[in-house]
């Protein structure tokens, strides 16, 4: 016959938590229930190994506590069942709980039997397009700053066709004529061969320049085009959320109003500024939470990191719903709960535990219970990634600045020594011009005196 430690049977709390307490949980242990959760099957299992008297108490029922593990209040107690735990309303929790240096301060935990992460849960996310591949390659900014370099060369052709080619007539057709050069050159079309020295250094500057980037933009192309198909994941850490949220493009929601826990120092500054202009949305029952999840929402939670084989997972196929596992997010020990009263009782309870923990994770993983969330996508993930000035492209921005200032230069000196050149031709012209004056004079001269 069995016996309980406190002379009346151990006071078990818990609610309904799919898988882990759910079906028939209620009959147990007086009862039968074939498949009654993941987590009451494993406290069965101890209770047996220690033949203790002990009973579920369903804390919706009794207490109105459902969906709520337990959390500070403003006035320090406790929340959910780590409040029913403070007050010694029940003797030990029968879901697992995390282990937080505030709930340790208030109960008696048992070994760890988990590992949970953080992970978020949205609605799943559409796949990504490759087929706008023309404007895809590069960034909006390269893309602005190719189109202003070549109306900068377009203008300095011209510009240098006038000043040295002595361009007077049809000056509109000239224009249109060096502007649709350009564009021949981009294509890899012939065009005619300038005179002047600097026309050439520039013309062979773009050549070169528009061979780097069209290769570029022939490879970026051609790997969108060739890419298989992906979800278009719209974060995959805290901080990429957090920009979101920042952005209004997603908000949070969950059961209570409860903010998502901070990975970092950083992340929760965020967080709580967030909170003042984009606040959760608050909703006790699951089907509206997933009613808002569809709307854009994101429900933040842990979760066993033994069910996520992938960042990103399948949650909920029925639902269209996408779990993503935070790499960067907080990594928690999850374990039973006593009551501060009870620590005797914790003490004997991880003795028999110890025989149970090999096979915690056969037990979760039970047929009629939890499965490995299977991934997203199952094909190689394409990174996509936009040519950017900064990043990709640095280089050959700076050699093209260094390039046409060395053009700008050569153009600099032609002018000059043109100047130079006509000045002394001119100057040349006049000297001749005055000799030859000065002769006619002197020969006019002798001329009378003859």
């Known amino acids: 016959m069995s016996r309980s430690p406190l002379g009346r049977p151990i006071q078990v709390g818990v609610f309904e938590h799919d898988p882990d307490a759910f079906n028939c949980f209620r009959n147990v242990p007086k009862g039968q229930c074939a498949k009654p959760g993941a987590e009451i099957d494993i406290i069965t299992m101890v209770m047996d190994i220690l033949d203790w008297e002990w009973e579920i108490v369903d804390t919706e029922s009794a207490y109105g506590v459902v969906n709520d593990f337990g959390n500070v209040q403003e006035d320090g107690n406790f929340s959910g069942i780590m409040g029913l735990l403070h007050t010694n309303k029940i003797d030990m929790s029968g879901l697992s709980m995390r282990v937080t240096p505030e709930r340790m301060k208030a109960a008696h935990f048992t070994f760890p039997i988990r590992y949970f992460q953080q992970v978020y849960i949205i609605t799943k996310p559409p796949e990504n397009d490759f087929r706008n591949f023309i404007f895809s390659p590069f960034s909006t900014e390269f893309w602005f700053l190719l189109v202003a370099a070549i109306v900068a060369v377009g203008i300095t052709r011209v510009l240098c066709g006038m000043i040295m080619q002595r361009i007077v007539r049809r000056r509109v057709q000239y224009i249109g004529d060096c502007f649709f050069e350009l564009f021949a050159i981009i294509f890899k079309q012939r065009v005619r061969e300038s005179r002047a020295l600097c026309l050439m250094i520039l013309q062979i500057i773009f050549v070169t320049?528009?061979?780097?980037?069209?290769?570029?933009?022939?490879?970026?192309?051609?790997?969108?085009?060739?890419?298989?198909?992906?979800?278009?994941?719209?974060?995959?850490?805290?901080?990429?959320?957090?920009?979101?949220?920042?952005?209004?493009?997603?908000?949070?929601?969950?059961?209570?109003?409860?903010?998502?826990?901070?990975?970092?120092?950083?992340?929760?500054?965020?967080?709580?500024?967030?909170?003042?202009?984009?606040?959760?949305?608050?909703?006790?029952?699951?089907?509206?939470?997933?009613?808002?999840?569809?709307?854009?929402?994101?429900?933040?939670?842990?979760?066993?990191?033994?069910f996520l084989t992938t960042a990103v997972s399948i949650w909920d196929e029925k639902e269209q719903l996408t779990v993503i596992r935070d790499p960067t997010g907080i990594l928690s020990y999850v374990a039973f709960g006593f009551s501060k009263n009870n620590r005797k009782l914790c003490s004997q309870f991880n003795a028999a535990l110890m025989l149970v923990?090999?096979?915690?994770?056969?037990?979760?993983?039970?047929?009629?219970?939890?499965?490995?969330?299977?991934?997203?996508d199952t094909t190689i993930q394409a990174k996509k990634t936009?040519?950017?000035?900064?990043?990709?492209?640095?280089?050959?921005?700076?050699?093209?600045?260094?390039?046409?200032?060395?053009?700008?230069?050569?153009?600099?000196?032609?002018?000059?020594?043109?100047?130079?050149?006509?000045?002394?031709?001119?100057?040349?012209?006049?000297?001749?011009?005055?000799?030859?004056?000065?002769?006619?004079?002197?020969?006019?001269?002798?001329?009378?005196?003859?």
């Not at 990043?391 to 130079?420: A, D, G, N, P, T």
């Open 209 to 306: 320049s528009i061979l780097i980037v069209r290769g570029h933009f022939q490879s970026i192309m051609n790997s969108k085009l060739s890419a298989p198909p992906t979800s278009a994941i719209p974060f995959y850490t805290q901080s990429q959320l957090l920009d979101l949220f920042e952005k209004k493009a997603r908000y949070p929601t969950y059961y209570v109003d409860i903010q998502l826990e901070g990975s970092n120092e950083k992340n929760q500054e965020r967080i709580n500024k967030i909170s003042e202009y984009n606040p959760i949305v608050v909703h006790p029952k699951e089907d509206d939470l997933i009613a808002e999840i569809k709307k854009g929402g994101v429900f933040y939670s842990t979760y066993d990191i033994e």
């Open 386 to 450: 936009s040519l950017s000035l900064r990043r990709h492209l640095e280089q050959l921005f700076l050699m093209y600045l260094i390039s046409h200032s060395f053009c700008l230069l050569v153009f600099s000196l032609e002018i000059i020594i043109k100047k130079i050149y006509v000045f002394a031709q001119s100057r040349a012209y006049s000297l001749n011009r005055e000799m030859d004056n000065q002769s006619s004079v002197i020969d006019l001269e002798l001329f009378k005196t003859e």
């Open 357 to 376: 923990l090999p096979g915690v994770p056969r037990i979760t993983l039970g047929p009629g219970y939890a499965n490995k969330k299977p991934p997203l």
